[in-house]
């Protein structure tokens, strides 16, 4: 390549680096619970409570995709709203229902919102449903709620991209 030629590589280089970088250009910090406790008038049963994480496999879940994402989640035991941008969640309703022979049907729906500087400027709810997936007749109970909280974890994470409001994630679409 001569000249000219040398000249529209090197600017479609820089063009097509430019277009590859716009996904980040909106990358931000957040900061959100290590735990995602339970709402007080959540509907979850015990054993749920007592032999599943889905309270901290929640929030990896969320800081794990973010990331794909270029944002960086920052989890912490009791992370405050009154400054930088925070994402709070509460996991309203567990259902496990069904087991590995009769089949699985579980659920999970969480509520979040987010936060800049003290002020609520969104809010989500959010709930996947699984039935355990592939394999889901070799799977245990936890790990199939795991596939709802992994799948509500990326969903969350894409919201984060255009925080609307009211949005409802998840299987509520």
């Known amino acids: 390549m001569k000249g000219n030629a040398m000249k529209a590589v090197r600017k479609g280089g820089l063009l097509v680096g430019l277009l590859l970088a716009l996904p980040f250009a909106h990358a931000a910090d957040f900061t959100a619970q290590r735990t995602v406790p339970y709402a007080e008038d959540s509907i979850v049963a015990g054993n749920i ?12 879940a969320f800081a794990r995709f973010a990331a794909e994402s270029g944002h960086q989640v920052h989890l912490q035991d009791a992370p405050g709203t009154s400054s930088g941008q925070v994402v709070t969640m509460e996991i309203h309703d567990a259902q496990s229902a069904g087991n590995a022979w009769m089949g699985h049907h579980k659920s999970v729906t969480v509520k979040g919102s987010l936060y800049r500087d003290g002020q609520q400027v969104a809010r989500f709810v959010a709930r996947r449903n699984s039935r355990g997936g592939f394999g889901g007749g070799f799977k245990g109970s936890c790990a199939v709620l ?11 994470a894409a919201w984060l ?4 409001d009211g949005s409802e994630l998840g299987d509520l679409r």
């Not at 409570?49 to 990896?60: D, G, H, V, Y």
């Not at 991209?161 to 609307?164: C, D, L, S, T």
């Open 146 to 156: 795991e596939r709802t909280v992994n799948a509500i974890g990326k969903d969350v």
């Open 49 to 60: 409570k007592r032999e599943c994480e889905i309270s901290t496999q929640l929030p990896a």
């Open 161 to 164: 991209n255009n925080p609307v």
